[in-house]
């Protein structure tokens, strides 16, 4: 299967990928992943986007093109997730015409509904092991004392106001694409508000359902 997975920032995009890549062996394509790689290695494409992360703001499409499509051939044979990609129109028929002209077909796009308060929680409260890349949130799952403290980090991306700058891109730039992804009928709209395994169970039925269809 190869699915985009839709949604604001905290939506769960990202643990979700995690879980359907281990269990049902797909690519994990992050485009959040790749771009906080390129600023970590101060690549000239990381300290372009450095400032539009960190305000929270979308890095500009012809920077996030590329990145993406290169990714993406990387698994042109293999089942994969998007996870932050697309995010704008333009992204998206960039996106079309890459598969179109590739004969990648996408299975579904699943888009994850959360409310702006659960969000907010979500965001404010996640830490992360700047070593390893793993997500803690500070009540449902805090780091472990066995972690040195000196390794787990807040992204400047979920201090207050850059939080409330991409919850504003997202219902300004990205949220309308739903509409281009329904009026293809490629739309899943799930529940992304529940335990880890609740939401799993939620997208890989509604994957299945669209399978059969
Ligand atoms: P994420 O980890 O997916 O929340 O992405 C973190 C940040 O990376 C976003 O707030 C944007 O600044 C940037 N970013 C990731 N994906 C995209 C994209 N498809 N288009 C533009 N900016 C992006």
Request: hydrophobic share 40%; no cysteine; aromatic share 6%.
């Amino acid at each position: 299967m190869r699915l985009i997975l839709f949604g604001p920032p905290g939506a769960g995009k990202g643990t979700q990928a995690s879980l359907l890549k281990e269990r049902k062996n797909l690519a994990h394509i992050s485009t959040g992943e790749i771009i906080r790689a390129a600023m970590k290695s101060e690549s000239p494409l990381g300290d372009e986007a450095r400032s539009f992360v960190t305000a929270g703001k979308l890095v500009p499409d012809t920077l996030v093109r590329k990145l993406a499509e290169d990714a993406i051939a990387r698994h042109d044979n293999d089942d994969f997730i998007l996870d932050g990609y697309p995010r704008t129109l333009q992204q998206a028929e960039w996106l079309d015409e890459y598969l179109a002209d590739n004969l990648v077909r996408l299975t579904a796009v699943v888009s994850l509904k959360v409310e702006d308060f659960i969000i907010i929680d979500r965001l404010s409260k996640r830490r992360v092991n700047k070593e390893t890349g793993e997500n803690y949130h500070l009540d449902f799952k805090p780091p472990p004392v066995d972690v040195p403290s000196k390794l787990i980090m807040q992204r400047r991306d979920d201090l207050p106001e850059a939080i409330q700058t991409r919850l504003k891109e997202y219902r300004d730039v990205t949220l309308p694409l739903e509409e281009y992804f329904k009026s293809s009928g490629r739309l899943i709209e799930v529940d992304g508000v529940g335990s880890m395994e609740a939401v799993y169970e939620r997208i890989v039925a509604g994957v299945a359902a669209r399978e059969v269809a």
